[in-house]
């Protein structure tokens, strides 16, 4: 296996959490909507981001969101679901994951190409990084996704961007994500190195299989 040259990180569960948690954040939700729950939050943290569509808007994407994960609601109920998830959720109230700066500083430390590849707003996800105070750790920040001219992960597109972006090869690159399919599928298809650091228990035989699979973000320092 080629030695790692360029590092690059995914932003969202990764690197930081919302500080409102997912089940505070489901319940507000269903009852300032008025709608009875019809799954779960685990439901949701299960939906696979290549199912939902490209949609031009955050209402938009929680509604496409909500459909993938239950058919059984009327178009009322979740259009009422999606508007009142805008209104609830603070996108920018971000705080890191446990080890995340630490892994985050190792790599700075040791690598003098850093970038970062997250899908969202542009305006939000920029927030999100100077709240976090990183913003000037990176050589390289590019947001993908509707908001942008540059397809969402796991789109081939938007990892051959940010590599462009630091002049690096994939070969010679790792990309460190929690997304199975979104972070880890995407990196392998355009033929980089991968990490997985997952928020939850992974599964044995993980598809697609990353190069890597990390306990916590601190734990770059034992594949760096």
């Not at 319940?27 to 299960?46: I, K």
């Not at 080890?99 to 850093?114: H, K, P, V």
């Not at 970038?115 to 990084?129: C, F, H, N």
């Not at 690159?173 to 991968?194: E, P, R, T, W």
Request: aromatic share 6%; net charge negative.
């Amino acid at each position: 296996m080629p030695a790692i040259e360029t590092v690059v990180f995914d932003l969202d569960t990764t690197l930081c959490e919302n500080t409102q948690s997912d089940e505070e954040i489901h319940e507000a939700v269903f009852s300032r909507a008025g709608v009875e729950p019809q799954f779960t939050v685990e439901a949701v943290r299960n939906v696979d981001p290549a199912e939902i569509p490209t949609v031009e808007s955050d209402q938009a994407f929680y509604e496409q969101l909500y459909r993938a994960v239950s058919g059984g609601l009327t178009d009322e109920q979740y259009r009422r679901l999606a508007e009142t998830t805008v209104a609830v959720v603070d996108e920018t109230d971000v705080e890191f994951r446990a080890g995340a700066r630490e892994g985050l500083e190792y790599a700075r430390e040791q690598y003098d190409s850093l970038g970062m590849l997250t899908y969202g707003d542009p305006e939000t996800q920029r927030a999100k990084l100077d709240r976090l105070g990183i913003a000037d750790l990176f050589d390289a920040v590019v947001v993908c996704g509707p908001k942008t001219d540059i397809a969402g992960k796991p789109d081939p597109e938007a990892f051959q961007a940010v590599l462009d972006r630091l002049e690096a090869v994939p070969e010679t690159s790792i990309y460190i994500g929690d997304s199975l399919q979104g972070d880890i599928g995407g990196a392998n298809n355009v033929g980089m190195q991968s990490a997985w650091v997952p928020g939850e228990t992974p599964p044995a035989d993980p598809d697609p299989e990353p190069t890597h699979v990390l306990e916590s973000p601190a734990e770059v320092r034992e594949i760096l």
